[in-house]
């Protein structure tokens, strides 16, 4: 519980501290001599007491501060410049180099300043501040309150004290908006609404629940009131510059609006003539182009049926062509085999190897009955040798010389 109070505190204290530095450089007008030059936008009331999104860029934010600053401290822009290609070490600690020659004491690491948030952050940048206000003369006056409220009365009744606050607030929101209200509307309905903020607000709440409400809600709503009136008396006086600027600048404002609306509808005007009178002019000529689109849809459909008709054409003939071919190959190999007289050359070759074997045949078949006819002949030779002849032996031997011939 101790550590989680001891953080609020700080965390409160270091927001202050950056509100504190953001009014400070609001006196030196930062936004026209800062923020113009280095195409920021202005500073929040957390820019450096909270971690941003991208903290490369709020660092560098940082750095651009701490150079202005410093330069408007010492009227030198040469006391602390910074590097597009230094490292944030380098970066940080010529930045210490800087502030010890201005006179700051460091109760802190060094490498806090890396961060770009915090309170170091907040501490040094309320340090250059200051300095660059004493170097410019400036001296804070003590605040002119109109009609303050007695604090220490106010610290006896909470309750009237919240109401009161509640009552001003409440105050200041209705002149807020009737300012801006009448800045707002027309000349005739400004004074109308300038009464009418200006009467008397009638409340239709019970008083006794009011007062039930508000001890209900008083403590979770209140706040320092050092805090809160300087909250709202800032809201007040930048009201008060809003409107002055505002005032001075709505009726130029007013007067260059009129006369662009004015050429605006000139404008429109020539347009619309100008439109009217091109319809007229190029009528005929988009009833002729009607007319030639609708043709040209009927022509694609007969292209389109004739295109239909060619490919089935085509795939009829691709199929003809193959049976064509399919003719062809077949006519000829059948020429190819009646023009062929291998055949007849096979068919003279065995003619001719059958002769050859029936001549080689018939020679060994006289070769046989030549030597049959030998033997038959010894035998008979010997046979008549050692017998006479017989009665018939002249017949033998003429069958036998008939034989012999043959």
């Known amino acids: 519980a101790k550590a989680s109070a001891g953080d609020n505190i700080y965390s409160s204290a270091v927001f202050l501290t950056m509100e504190n530095v953001l009014e400070k450089l609001k006196v030196l007008d930062y936004e026209t001599t800062f923020c113009v030059k280095h195409h920021i936008t202005p500073l929040a009331r957390t820019s450096f007491a909270l971690p941003a999104k991208n903290p490369s860029v709020q660092f560098k934010n940082f750095l651009d501060l701490v150079s202005w600053l410093c330069g408007e401290a010492t009227g030198n822009p040469e006391t602390f410049t910074v590097d597009q290609f230094d490292d944030p070490n380098v970066s940080v600690n010529k930045m210490m180099l800087a502030l010890r020659n201005l006179g700051f004491s460091l109760d802190f690491p060094v490498t806090k300043l890396k961060q770009g948030h915090g309170e170091p952050t907040c501490n040094v940048l309320d340090f250059l501040v200051d300095k660059a206000l004493a170097t410019r003369g400036f001296q804070w006056q003590p605040p002119l309150h109109e009609d303050a409220p007695d604090l220490d009365e106010a610290e006896v009744d909470e309750a009237a004290d919240i109401g009161d606050a509640i009552e001003d607030d409440i105050e200041d929101i209705e002149e807020e908006e009737a300012m801006f209200t009448e800045v707002a509307a027309p000349v005739a309905e400004t004074e109308v609404e300038d009464q009418a903020a200006r009467e008397m607000i009638t409340g239709t709440i019970d008083a006794l629940e009011w007062k039930t409400e508000l001890e209900r809600v008083g403590p979770r709503l209140k706040l320092p009131d050092s805090l809160m009136s300087k909250e709202w008396r800032a809201h007040i006086e930048q009201t008060k510059e809003h409107e002055k600027r505002i005032q001075a600048t709505l009726p130029t404002a007013q007067g260059h609006m009129q006369s662009m609306s004015g050429q605006i509808k000139d404008a429109v005007e020539k347009m619309r003539s100008k439109e009217q009178s091109i319809n007229n002019q190029f009528e005929t000529i988009r009833q002729e182009y009607e007319a030639s689109r609708g043709e040209m849809k009927v022509i694609e459909d007969k292209v389109s049926s004739t295109r239909t008709n060619v490919n089935d054409l085509t795939n009829n003939m691709n199929s003809i062509v193959e049976q064509l071919d399919e003719l062809k ?78």
């Open 329 to 406: 190959d077949d006519m000829s190999s059948r020429e190819n085999s009646a023009t062929d007289t291998s055949p007849l050359i096979q068919i003279k070759q065995a003619l001719q190897g059958i002769k050859g074997d029936v001549n080689a045949f018939e020679l060994r078949i006289g070769v046989v009955s030549h030597t049959l006819m030998q033997a038959k002949l010894k035998s008979i030779k010997t046979k008549h040798r050692g017998t006479k002849p017989p009665k018939d032996a002249d017949e033998d031997n003429m069958d036998f010389e008939d034989e012999l011939e043959y």
